[in-house]
């Protein structure tokens, strides 16, 4: 099977066609829908007499256009200049609609496992369950037990990926490319709005979903980061039955976090829970710069199984954002100054980051800081949202034409979505302070010695190349000192030798003037 990529091939001509087809077909549909049941075509025949013949109807059509464009116009705007937001109603979509796919049938399932792995399913899992458990927007994940225990593990989740569905959507998206790029040469809004940048971004978030090599790579590194968390199950990976179409992972017997009734019936704390949603989000996104960019109740899951009972198992890590350490640096320790109410030292942060223009004046950027956050801080505890406090730490920005950067705000969505999933399973849950106590501890080890010793220990690897060569570094050190003292001597000496020769030179000069004078007296004297 060929492996999913970022630029699918598509059939465009006939595509095209087939997208023009489509969009006529349905639209005839609306209107013979709409017409009487007796008298359809004499309705139809009528209604487009009527309007081709109305010169009102013209004019209502053309003043309609005007109306749609600007907020069309808006729309686009807005995702140009928040593209989060179209990621956000990208994966809401795409759940939305998973129930409408048909998963694979169980021979046809059979055959492209066998073509994913290049062997019989016999040899390698001792039982598989054809019928998928899960069934999603072009994937489907079976469960099965592997023959041989791999790192420990036998009972096995499988993700297969439907590939003829993930061509077709590469289709349409080549046909979005095409289109955005048409509106581009015809108009100069669509220019203005970038809308091929917006349509190839849309398109890169579209098909990350499928690179299941890369969703491998996510959870693993995730599994790194909380190794050894009591908070948190990370499921392993079987790297060896990782394919471009198949993804194979340890099998953690879990719940849903909205499961309510079923967390009660396993003695689990709803409290512990909802503080560790909160507390493992905030790690993810501002300790380890990796973090889940699309979660919800569906993504947020919890261990059953007796070694890990009451763990988080977070899932579908196709959909993941990072940051940089300066992003990082940045919400930490100005989240940090939020709390503590120090708004001229946020203020000074935006401007090091550079989220506004040199010449904002940190005293009005203060005043717009303290004006959106203290509303929240006369709240009463308990209705207070962390959340929404992050959002005027990034946005406070914009009224100074300043902004942040998107995986900044992305990574807030995701803390505003785990507090809203804290707060609903356990609604007295103080995800203010949880929050709080979170990011001073992150700032803590930043600041202090666990943080100076991961900087010296990421400086090292250079440090190994750099210190063989210290003696020879250090000699031309020297032998730059000793040309550079040699070089400011001769310049000092040519310039002591410039002097003397204008003093020399004025001094000839003034003899040759004075004795000029002298002769001349002398000569008039003489007379």
Partial sequence: MRAPSNELPMRPLFRRFLLLFHALRYGARLIWLAAPEHHKLRWA??????????????????????????LASAFAAALVEHPELANGTLHDAIDAIDHMQAPLPPQEVERALEAAFGRPLATLFASIDLTPVRNGFAEQTH?????????????????????AEVEQIGDEAAILRWVARWLEKLSGTARHLQLRS????????LLRRFDLRAEAANLSQTGHHFDRDTRIAVPAVIWDLCTPTTLVVQRID??????????????????????HIVEV??????EHGFFH?????????????????????????????????????????????????????LADLHRDAGHVPPGTRTEVLEAELRTRAEAHFADEPEARSAGALFHHLLHAVQPFEGNVSTRLANAQRSFEQAETLARALH??????????????????????????????????????????????????????QHEQSHAQHDAEFARELGREIRRTRVLLWACAVGGAVLGAGAILLAQ
């Fill in 427 to 480: 609604p007295g849950v103080d995800t203010w302070n949880i929050a709080r106590r979170t990011l001073a501890a992150i700032a803590r080890r930043d600041l202090g010695h666990q943080g100076w010793i991961r900087r010296i220990s990421q400086e090292l690897p250079h440090l190994a190349h750099i210190v063989p060569r210290m003696p020879q570094l250090a000699v031309r050190y020297l032998q730059h």
């Fill in 143 to 163: 469960v099965a037990r592997l023959i041989e225990p791999v790192d420990g593990h036998c009972n096995v989740s499988l993700k297969l990926l439907r590939l």
């Fill in 281 to 286: 989000v905030s790690e993810q996104a501002f």
């Fill in 198 to 205: 917006l349509a190839a971004s849309f398109t890169q978030e």
């Fill in 45 to 70: 025949a009528t209604l487009v007499s009527r309007l081709h013949g109305s010169d009102n109807a013209r004019a209502r059509v053309h003043g309609a256009l005007p109306q749609l464009g600007p």
């Fill in 293 to 345: 960019a699309a979660l919800d109740a569906e993504r947020v899951r919890v261990s059953i199984e007796t070694d890990t009972l009451g763990r988080l198992v977070l899932a579908d890590f196709a959909i993941m954002s990072s940051l940089s350490a300066q992003e990082r640096h940045f919400f930490v320790h100005g989240a940090s100054a939020l709390f503590e109410q120090e708004y001229g030292h």
């Fill in 254 to 275: 879990t719940l849903s976090v909205a499961n309510i009734v079923g967390l009660h019936a396993h003695h689990i704390k709803l409290a512990t829970l909802a503080a």
